[in-house]
């Protein structure tokens, strides 16, 4: 496998004024108890994630689960009490701050949850603020703004200021700066956290739509399971400090690790995060197939399909029948009853 | 009270409000006792602390300011070479600024002077001014600036009113970058603000006379010294302001400068400062006010400029002359006051659209200024305004204020002997005749009851040390007269506060007349209440209750109106009168603002009296004044001391009572 282009390993993150006693040689140990003895919070504990190129990995959790903290620490904004953040193999807290500065400036990019735009810059200086601060020339960084600005669909408002924009104009600002380095890793931070529902929803689509055309390595955190479902390749679901679970969306909801996540994804939209893999019985060598679907489609997709056909359909994988899906297969998923087969 | 609310089951309803409140009126009842008590009941020393006791800093200092400037030596060269380095490169702009502003660029000296270049003539000075205005707060703002440098010139204040304005831009500049640097150190590294943060606090309550000396001796007699004790009244406010606007920048801005691989500089100075600005312009606006303040006053050591001619016309009891230049400083006040405000307020709302209109006019009338310098230049007797053309209104208002003398005299004397007779003496006796152990005793129990230990050990000390340097007597005087302004300052203040705070209109005006009041320098209030009432203790309380009465007018109508409009709405709703809804609601609630009214009342009353020891009051601003004209840089500094730490005593007393209301109440600050 090739390298992950970031990696926690062992990272703890304590506040309180005993938080030494429980680090030795870098290694965080210490039981809940013994913490809130010594009066020490434990915001982030015992955190492993390897997070690999190109994938979109949602770090999820309700406020209070250390999320932001572990973001922080990922992004080497806070140093982790214990363990090591690895990008691209070398140990962020370890290395000399010019270093550090050279892959912020070219390999990482930010999007704030209340969009952190300068007051004092138009849109087209917010995002040429980044380049600015690298020394590049102005015309040069002001055509590049310009055309991260047209790919978030500002374009012709470039002049404004800041609190000129909706909310969700000025998250595009936002993510438009983000952008305009290039960056490897891409962080995004409840980047719609503060937008209302409707808009929040517009700017998913747009960071889907721009991870399909840039294919970055996107660490995004969010309080919502929804917009994680949406959005992420794994999910890595936090509390008190801890990563309860990590997998794709349809793990997580078919084998929860914990009571935690099971009350999580109990209310999950089931037919937009399982497959037809997930629901298909064994194939019958003699059945009469309607049709057929793909064994990673996603039941929404297929299920009016299935619904308006009498006879099942065979689930191919590779062009090799693996299963079918009913109708009643389908309907168990939509309705939330417990199937004969996953009950068993 | 605090104790007695912990234990609900006290025995009985007396005791519940019993420790507190009996408590202080067994205190009460004391000092009238010890008062009262004929003069041998108690011990000597208790009246008049024994010199053989006394603790002689003044010497000391005295001593320590001499060793510095005569032995003390960093090896290759002395102390006193190296402040006078110090003021040479200070005097460097400030000589520039003069030049440009006032005296123009002059080569050799005496008879053979040659200008070379003349200042900046009245009428370019007035089309920049112009220009500038209107670009940055409209025509309005133009016009003003315009009609008030023609007033300057037009009634012969322009010379003095140039000399005036350079000092003020060069030690406003000095003192907001001086104090933007302080507040950005002072963020960075937290030590630093505890170490700075009380010295912050002494060098805002002391009077400018008492520091006025030592920079006099550290950097030579002139108007460097005087520069630097302005700068140094001038800082503090622009500190405290980086400070908190600077931590008022949300924390995200801060990441996104990490996140973007800024340095610290460029998070600094690319995201930090630009974010705050706003913010800091109000900070920059109260430095330029402040520094118009000083200069008027150090000017009257020989700085030149309006100050002196002030002060000449007091001497000379020239009355037109002085109130001429009196409202030449008015003018100067008011327009460096709505220009900086203007200023503010555009780095809030950068305007699109007209601003490179404006600029363009900014451009314009900067390029035709200078054209106008240039003709000048090639013939200098345009350069200056023409005698035949000049006005002046002194002869008038020497008429008015002798008719007033004339026919009201009797008028004014009755009431200034009635206030002197009825209140201003009997005060100050019974201030005297406090004995000084009971005096700091009870302050430090105060510091007790509203902030613990610590609060009672620092206020007691504060307390205690007029009476160790022997200036017990002097510094009773000084409180008194500061009792009885600020009663009465609050008599007058709080109501018209609570009356303009219900109703918008009279606010509007209520709020001009004491923004005015905030903007004008604290020596001009003295001139006309001089005229009519002479010298003494009268004429201070007036004008330093008109200097005073801001803040209580301003915090008490502010507090008052920012009441929640729902608890006003459920007092409505169980039937209360509009008397109840201001008696049981809004006052109550306001309580915490108006004591920080007060407060601030306090700090300018005490500022004002200082400047009062100008027309003969005998408290500890004669005693550094006199220190001044002595050269006696001890005396001063100790007097100076005095005056800061009966501020310090008032501001921590009134802030723990306020803090601890708004505790109760559960009201933030």
Same mark, same amino acid.
């Given at each position: 496998m090739a390298h992950p282009i970031l990696a926690a390993r062992g990272v703890a993150k304590l506040y309180g004024a005993n938080a030494a006693r429980f680090v030795r040689d870098g290694r965080f140990s210490g039981t809940s108890e013994e913490l809130a003895q010594a009066g020490v919070t434990a915001a982030v504990r015992d955190v492993d994630i390897t997070i690999e190129r190109g994938e979109t990995f949602v770090i999820m959790g309700l406020s209070g689960s250390g999320k932001s903290t572990l973001v922080r620490c990922l992004a080497a904004l806070t140093p982790p009490s214990a363990g090591e953040i690895l990008f691209e193999d070398k140990d962020l807290n370890r290395m000399a701050e010019g270093d550090l500065i050279q892959i912020r400036r070219h390999q990482m990019g930010m999007v704030f949850q209340h969009f952190a735009l300068l007051p004092h810059l138009t849109v087209l200086g917010n995002v040429a603020f980044p380049l600015d601060v690298q020394g590049m020339k102005k015309p040069e960084r002001e055509a590049k703004a310009l055309e991260m600005i047209k790919l978030v669909g500002l374009s012709g408002r470039e002049s404004r200021f800041p609190r000129e924009l909706s909310g969700g104009q000025q998250q595009r600002v936002g993510i438009a700066r983000s952008l305009a380095v290039g960056p490897d890793l891409w962080f995004l931070d409840e980047p719609f956290s503060a937008l209302d529902p409707l808009i929040r929803r517009e700017m998913q689509d747009e960071v889907l739509r721009l991870q399909d055309m840039l294919k970055k390595t996107i660490v995004f955190i969010t309080h919502d399971f929804d917009e994680a479902v949406r959005i992420a390749d794994r999910i890595a679901i936090m509390k008190d400090g801890r990563i309860e679970q990590i997998g794709s969306a349809e793990e997580l909801v078919l084998r929860p690790a914990t009571d935690y996540v099971r009350a999580f994804t109990r209310d999950a939209p089931r037919a937009k995060i399982l497959t037809a893999r997930s629901i298909m019985s064994p194939p019958d060598p003699a059945a009469d197939y309607a049709g057929v679907v793909g064994a990673s489609a996603r039941i929404a997709a297929f299920a009016r399909k299935i619904e308006e056909a009498e006879k099942p359909f065979a689930v191919v994988d590779e062009g090799e029948v693996v299963g079918k899906v009913d109708r009643r297969a389908v309907i168990d998923v939509l309705i939330g009853r417990e199937s004969a087969d996953q009950a068993a | 009270m605090s104790l007695a609310e912990a234990r609900p089951a006290s025995?009985?309803?007396?005791?519940?409000?019993?420790?507190?409140?009996?408590?202080?009126?067994?205190?009460?009842?004391?000092?009238?006792?010890?008062?009262?008590?004929?003069?041998?009941?108690?011990?000597?020393?208790?009246?008049?602390?024994?010199?053989?006791?006394?603790?002689?800093?003044?010497?000391?200092?005295?001593?320590?300011?001499?060793?510095?400037?005569?032995?003390?030596?960093?090896?290759?060269?002395?102390?006193?070479?190296?402040?006078?380095?110090?003021?040479?490169?200070?005097?460097?702009?400030?000589?520039?600024?003069?030049?440009?502003?006032?005296?123009?660029?002059?080569?050799?000296?005496?008879?053979?002077?040659?200008?070379?270049?003349?200042?900046?003539?009245?009428?370019?000075?007035?089309?920049?001014?112009?220009?500038?205005?209107?670009?940055?707060?409209?025509?309005?703002?133009?016009?003003?600036?315009?009609?008030?440098?023609?007033?300057?010139?037009?009634? =012969?204040?322009?010379?003095?009113? +140039?000399?005036? *304005?350079?000092? @003020?831009?060069? !030690? #406003?500049?000095? &003192? %907001?970058? $001086?104090?933007?640097?302080?507040?950005?150190?002072?963020?960075?590294?937290?030590?630093?603000?505890?170490?700075?943060?009380?010295?912050?606090?002494?060098?805002?309550?002391?009077?400018?006379?008492?520091?006025?000396?030592?920079?006099?001796?550290?950097?030579?007699?002139?108007?460097?010294?005087?520069?630097?004790?302005?700068?140094?009244?001038?800082?503090?406010?622009?500190?405290?302001?980086?400070?908190?606007?600077?931590?008022?920048?949300?924390?995200?801005?801060?990441?996104?400068?990490?996140?973007?691989?800024?340095?610290?500089?460029?998070?600094?100075?690319?995201?930090?400062?630009?974010?705050?600005?706003?913010?800091?312009?109000? =900070?920059?606006?109260?430095?330029? +006010?402040?520094? *118009?303040?000083? @200069?008027?006053? !150090? #000017?009257?050591? &020989? %700085?030149? $400029?309006?100050?002196?001619?002030?002060?000449?016309?007091?001497?000379?009891?020239?009355?037109?002359?002085?109130?001429?230049?009196?409202?030449?400083?008015?003018?100067?006040?008011?327009?460096?006051?709505?220009?900086?405000?203007?200023?503010?307020?555009?780095?809030?709302?950068?305007?699109?659209?007209?601003?490179?209109?404006?600029?363009?006019?900014?451009?314009?009338?900067?390029?035709?200024?200078?054209?106008?310098?240039?003709?000048?230049?090639?013939?200098?007797?345009?350069?200056?305004?023409?005698?035949?053309?000049?006005?002046?209104?002194?002869?008038?208002?020497?008429?008015?204020?002798?008719?007033?003398?004339?026919?009201?005299?009797?008028?004014?004397?009755?009431?200034?002997?009635?206030?002197?007779?009825?209140?201003?003496?009997?005060?100050?006796?019974?201030?005297?005749?406090?004995?000084?152990?009971?005096?700091?005793?009870?302050?430090?129990?105060?510091?007790?009851?509203?902030?613990?230990?610590?609060?009672?050990?620092?206020?007691?000390?504060?307390?205690?040390?007029?009476?160790?340097?022997?200036?017990?007597?002097?510094?009773?005087?000084?409180?008194?007269?500061?009792?009885?302004?600020?009663?009465?300052?609050?008599?007058?203040?709080?109501?018209?506060?609570?009356?303009?705070?219900?109703?918008?209109?009279?606010?509007?005006?209520?709020?001009?007349?004491?923004?005015?009041?905030?903007?004008?320098?604290?020596?001009?209030?003295?001139?006309?209440?001089?005229?009519?009432?002479?010298?003494?203790?009268?004429?201070?309380?007036?004008?330093?209750?008109?200097?005073?009465?801001?803040?209580?007018?301003?915090?008490?109508?502010?507090?008052?109106?920012?009441?929640?409009?729902?608890?006003?709405?459920?007092?409505?709703?169980?039937?209360?009168?509009?008397?109840?809804?201001?008696?049981?609601?809004?006052?109550?609630?306001?309580?915490?603002?108006?004591?920080?009214?007060?407060?601030?009342?306090?700090?300018?009353?005490?500022?004002?009296?200082?400047i009062t020891a100008l027309v003969g009051t005998r408290d500890l601003g004669q005693e550094t004044y006199s220190a001044l004209a002595k050269a006696d840089v001890g005396r001063g500094l100790v007097a100076g001391l005095c005056v800061a730490f009966i501020g310090m005593v008032a501001d921590r007393l009134i802030s723990a009572a306020a803090g601890r209301m708004r505790a109760r109440m559960g009201v933030e600050a």
């Open positions: - | 025995p009985a309803v007396f005791s519940r409000i019993a420790p507190g409140r009996l408590m202080w009126i067994a205190v009460l009842i004391a000092t009238i006792v010890l008062v009262m008590l004929p003069a041998n009941a108690l011990p000597a020393w208790a009246w008049k602390y024994p010199l053989a006791w006394q603790v002689p800093f003044g010497s000391w200092i005295s001593a320590f300011m001499k060793w510095l400037m005569e032995s003390a030596s960093f090896g290759f060269f002395t102390v006193h070479d190296f402040t006078r380095a110090i003021a040479w490169t200070l005097d460097l702009p400030l000589q520039f600024a003069k030049s440009v502003f006032a005296t123009g660029f002059i080569q050799g000296q005496g008879s053979d002077a040659v200008v070379i270049l003349p200042a900046i003539p009245w009428f370019a000075m007035i089309v920049l001014s112009v220009a500038a205005g209107y670009a940055v707060g409209g025509l309005a703002l133009g016009l003003q600036m315009g009609f008030g440098l023609a007033y300057l010139a037009v009634f =012969g204040q322009w010379d003095s009113a +140039m000399v005036t *304005l350079a000092s @003020v831009l060069v !030690a #406003s500049l000095f &003192g %907001a970058a $001086g104090g933007l640097l302080v507040g950005l150190a002072c963020v960075r590294w937290r030590w630093l603000e505890r170490i700075v943060s009380p010295l912050l606090d002494v060098a805002q309550t002391m009077p400018v006379f008492a520091y006025l000396l030592p920079m006099l001796i550290l950097f030579g007699f002139g108007p460097v010294s005087a520069m630097v004790a302005t700068v140094i009244y001038a800082l503090p406010p622009m500190v405290r302001v980086t400070i908190v606007a600077i931590r008022a920048v949300p924390e995200e801005i801060r990441s996104l400068g990490l996140m973007t691989g800024c340095t610290r500089r460029q998070i600094t100075w690319k995201m930090l400062v630009p974010s705050a600005l706003p913010a800091l312009m109000v =900070g920059v606006n109260q430095v330029i +006010m402040l520094s *118009l303040n000083v @200069v008027i006053i !150090a #000017s009257m050591i &020989g %700085a030149g $400029g309006l100050g002196w001619d002030v002060l000449t016309a007091l001497r000379s009891l020239n009355i037109g002359k002085g109130l001429e230049a009196g409202l030449a400083i008015t003018v100067l006040a008011v327009l460096l006051d709505r220009f900086a405000q203007a200023l503010a307020v555009r780095s809030g709302a950068a305007v699109q659209g007209q601003s490179t209109g404006r600029r363009n006019i900014l451009i314009g009338g900067l390029g035709l200024g200078l054209a106008l310098w240039a003709a000048a230049a090639i013939s200098q007797p345009l350069a200056v305004y023409p005698e035949a053309w000049k006005l002046s209104t002194g002869a008038f208002f020497s008429d008015i204020v002798s008719w007033i003398n004339v026919n009201f005299f009797s008028t004014l004397e009755a009431i200034r002997t009635g206030v002197l007779l009825n209140v201003l003496i009997p005060v100050k006796r019974f201030m005297l005749a406090l004995p000084w152990p009971w005096v700091v005793a009870v302050i430090a129990l105060a510091g007790y009851r509203l902030g613990g230990w610590r609060l009672a050990l620092t206020v007691g000390l504060m307390a205690l040390f007029p009476v160790v340097v022997g200036l017990w007597p002097t510094t009773m005087i000084t409180v008194y007269l500061t009792v009885v302004s600020v009663v009465l300052s609050a008599l007058i203040g709080i109501p018209i506060g609570i009356a303009s705070a219900q109703r918008p209109k009279l606010w509007r005006v209520v709020e001009a007349v004491v923004d005015t009041l905030q903007t004008l320098p604290s020596f001009v209030y003295l001139i006309p209440i001089v005229m009519l009432f002479r010298v003494g203790d009268f004429t201070a309380l007036i004008a330093i209750v008109l200097y005073a009465v801001a803040p209580a007018i301003r915090y008490t109508a502010h507090g008052v109106a920012r009441v929640s409009p729902h608890l006003v709405e459920a007092g409505a709703m169980n039937g209360c009168t509009r008397g109840q809804i201001l008696k049981r609601i809004r006052l109550p609630l306001a309580l915490p603002e108006i004591l920080l009214g007060v407060n601030q009342t306090i700090m300018l009353a005490l500022s004002m009296l200082v």
